[in-house]
């Protein structure tokens, strides 16, 4: 399978394209606004994979050539940069399937606060933003980018996983896995985003508050 | 100590009620609208842990009374009773640590979802309608009731806390944490409250559409 991170030189994306390339046979493709860098990137994540003994290749290109080749497409770009980025890769999707982990996030004093738009959460607004017949799925919300980019990190985390497109949710459920230590969970129907996409403020506050934590991910049990 | 549980002849108070009854040596009151069930309740609670080999005395009596003899006074009722129950022990409360466990939900044919009230969620409802003297701690949001009226099942679940009181929030993950396999995590301030709310649903969310998950908690790492 052809995976592209959208934005994928960004934190969430680096962690997800160095551990597909690492943990699955999936081809890695990293997209960006600028193919250079996502080419010098590509280049990067290779370089830190061959030093592991891990020989992959991994591309980079502009986003909308990168989604062109993808089976699918995870949109790893702040929240603010989703529906411009959509808008970029539009045209080329064709049976692709959209991946949302952006989570809409507001700061004040008391901390981290989930600050949904008003279609109700970042994943709902990435399915308003995509063509019809484009599967919108949401996953990946959860894991802190840091702990998921470090490949000396096990993880042992939990992925809630929302569609309204059952082999959509399929497919991602089946890509979540293939990463060490991820287990994948059906969270629901899209309209259950809103739940998923608020647990990343309160890891964020639990970091912040507990001396001993840092880098949260959840499990469930 | 003196807990009591105000309403708690329901499921989340007595599950509270039994394990602070096994597990620590703070004295425990149940709290009814009337007497008679608080004290029915109290005597069966009691006879649970006695065949279990606990000898322990537990009260029953009206929410006021109970509130009247509290250090902490649990608010175990759903979110729509809250401000009635506050304002019936209103008098009652005397540097009482007053606790919110209740979430705010709503069914459709997606799921559950989060309907906090319009002041942002229940615990911050809590302390709106609690006396300006009364310091408010939101906590226990997130513990499948019936796992945790089980005395057979050992749990292993993360409670995060929040209030603008620092002793009150001290006090209460004392008591957390007097349960066995609960570890209590500070989440902020008060304002923090409706993330650790909403994850609440989505436990109800993912334990209906995943097979092998049933009353579920979470931990966080």
Redesign the interface.
């Known amino acids: 399978m052809q995976i592209a991170l959208l934005g994928g030189t960004g934190d969430i994306g680096q962690g997800l394209a160095l551990r597909w390339a690492r943990d699955t046979n999936h081809d890695v493709l990293i997209g960006s606004r600028e193919a250079e860098k996502a080419a010098a990137k590509a280049d990067e994540y290779e370089s830190e994979l061959a030093e592991r003994g891990h020989d992959v290749d991994i591309a980079g290109l502009e986003n909308a050539a990168a989604a062109a080749e993808a089976d699918v497409a995870v949109l790893s770009v702040p929240a603010y940069y989703l529906s411009d980025t959509i808008d970029a890769v539009t045209d080329e999707l064709d049976e692709t399937v959209l991946v949302s982990p952006a989570v809409g996030m507001q700061r004040?004093e008391?901390?981290v606060?989930?600050n949904p738009p008003g279609v109700g959460s970042v994943t709902a607004l990435a399915a308003k933003a995509a063509p019809d017949d484009v599967p919108v799925v949401g996953a990946f919300h959860n894991l802190a980018a840091g702990k998921l980019a470090d490949l000396d990190a096990d993880l042992?985390w939990d992925v809630?996983i929302v569609s309204d497109d059952a082999d959509a949710k399929e497919t991602v459920t089946a890509l979540a896995e293939g990463i060490e230590g991820i287990r994948a969970?059906?969270?629901?129907?899209?309209?259950?985003a809103?739940?998923?996409e608020?647990?990343t403020?309160?890891?964020i506050?639990?970091a912040?508050?507990?001396e001993d934590?840092h880098d949260?991910?959840?499990?469930?049990?």
Do not use: T
């Open positions: 004040d008391a901390g606060h989930y042992d809630p969970l059906d969270a629901g129907a899209l309209a259950n809103s739940e998923v608020s647990m403020p309160l890891l506050n639990l912040a508050n507990n934590l949260l991910g959840v499990k469930f049990w």
